[in-house]
């Protein structure tokens, strides 16, 4: 019987098509999500949260930023709908970031369902950063499989570890996350000049919006540049 083509079971093999210059990327990446994942475990229980909750809310959601935010609304006394509704909002950039990568994700109803949960702002960048659609597919997947579960296994031993590790940004160690991201973009940023307008206008507006609004909405603001864009690639 013949498989339906892109079907999950080709996910190993767009895993084993990674190039070495992509696998080292996607470690440093992972290296430093790891360090936000052990910080997230262990706020969430240092907090006062059961063990349980930081790890399920990771499994389930898998979005740093957006359960930051919960598990902060959650620590300052709001209820879970409170906690939830922060979460979707910070979530609904991976609209667009969905958008751009659907056909890389692959074809197959299962695949982009499986696929949809790892799509994250750095998977989107690896993903972006190659112009071949094998490699664009082969990057999606080896840096989602790799980063969910170095997430995942973080936020884990971050929880049982506790207040012995307490919060990773007094060390200044969660910088490494956005310096990280950023080399990644730098690329993308030379190869394509029709996105350097949409970058720098959204840019500017999550710059100006960061002392009025709460941690991680600029983000979401920062997507009006997206409308710069539109036009160049309609042409």
């Known amino acids: 019987m013949r498989l339906p083509r892109r079907t999950p079971l080709r996910v190993t093999s767009q895993v084993s098509e990674a190039d070495p210059t992509l696998l080292r990327d996607v470690l440093l990446v992972c290296l430093a999500s790891g360090v936000v994942g052990v910080s997230f475990g262990a706020i969430a229980v240092t907090g006062g949260l059961p063990v349980w909750v930081p790890i399920v809310m990771s499994l389930v959601v898998y979005a740093g930023s957006a359960q930051f935010s919960a598990v902060g609304v959650l620590l300052a006394g709001g209820g879970p709908l409170a906690a939830a509704a922060t979460g979707l909002v910070l979530n609904t950039r991976t609209v667009a ?10 074809r197959h109803r ?10 994250t702002d750095e998977t989107v960048a690896f993903t972006l950063a190659r112009s071949d659609p094998a490699h664009r597919r082969a990057a ?64 500017v507006l999550a710059l100006a919006a960061t002392p009025y609004l709460p941690a991680g909405v600029p983000v979401l603001v920062a997507l009006l540049g997206l409308f710069l864009y539109v036009p160049e690639v309609t042409r």
């Open 140 to 203: 999606f997947w080896t840096s989602g499989v790799a980063l969910f579960a170095v997430w995942n296994t973080s936020v884990v031993l971050g929880a049982l570890a506790g207040q012995a590790v307490g919060d990773t940004a007094r060390y200044g160690l969660d910088a490494a996350f956005p310096a990280i991201l950023a080399a990644l973009v730098v690329p993308t940023l030379r190869k394509d000049s029709r996105v350097r307008g949409p970058v720098a206008l959204g840019a």
């Open 97 to 106: 970031y969905s958008l751009a990568v659907a056909e890389d994700i692959g």
């Open 110 to 119: 299962l695949t982009r369902l499986l696929g949809a949960h790892l799509v």
